[in-house]
């Protein structure tokens, strides 16, 4: 499975501008876009963890592809306040305990998302491998990156979406 986790950058400071009521209404929509884009590719929310989000996807393209949409729907949007979100994609064998999903590959995404920049999409190098070479996804920025909590380096990419 492709896992993947989305993140509301600087929600703390947003939240504490706009105030409690404004931000809920927001962080409600919002979270109403990401379970729409999700299911529209076929992907299935498992959690919302705050301001943010867990879903797993059959293949690493349906994850990168809502990825990108989610993406562009939000710099479409025209609400206030703007939401800058990060995004970690990481595939491979996951633990599945009822509705929930565990393990290394979910541990993995969730980290690739923490070192993601405001308004990006960040694969594992697994991820963009399962996709070969096609020109349906456009990469760049690859980076060796210490992940919290895992040994040694892993390589990363930003998907241009």
């Known amino acids: ?12 400071v947003l939240a504490g501008l706009v105030g409690d009521t404004a931000w ?5 929509s919002h979270m109403k876009m990401l379970e729409d884009h999700i299911r529209q590719n076929e ?11 867990m879903s797993t996807f059959s293949s690493a393209r349906s994850a990168m592809t809502t990825a990108q949409s989610i993406q562009r729907a939000l710099a479409d ?17 996951v633990v599945q ?13 969730a980290r690739v998302a923490s070192v993601a920049g405001s308004g990006e999409i960040r694969v594992s190098d ?8 096609t020109q349906d996804f456009a990469f760049d ?5 210490p992940l919290k909590g895992l040994d040694g380096e ?6 241009i979406w």
């Open 24 to 28: 809920t209404k927001r962080v409600r």
């Open 154 to 159: 892993h390589l990363i990419h930003r998907l």
């Open 43 to 53: 992907g299935r929310l498992i959690k919302s963890l705050g301001d943010g989000t």
């Open 97 to 109: 305990a009822g509705d929930d999903f565990f393990g290394s590959v979910v541990n993995k995404a």
């Open 141 to 145: 920025d690859p980076a060796k990156v």
């Open 77 to 93: 949007d025209r609400q206030e306040p703007s939401l800058p979100v990060r995004i970690g994609i990481h595939t491979g064998d």
């Open 126 to 133: 697994a991820t963009r491998i399962m996709v070969g070479a």
């Open 1 to 12: 499975a492709a896992v993947m986790f989305t993140d509301i950058a600087d929600s703390s």
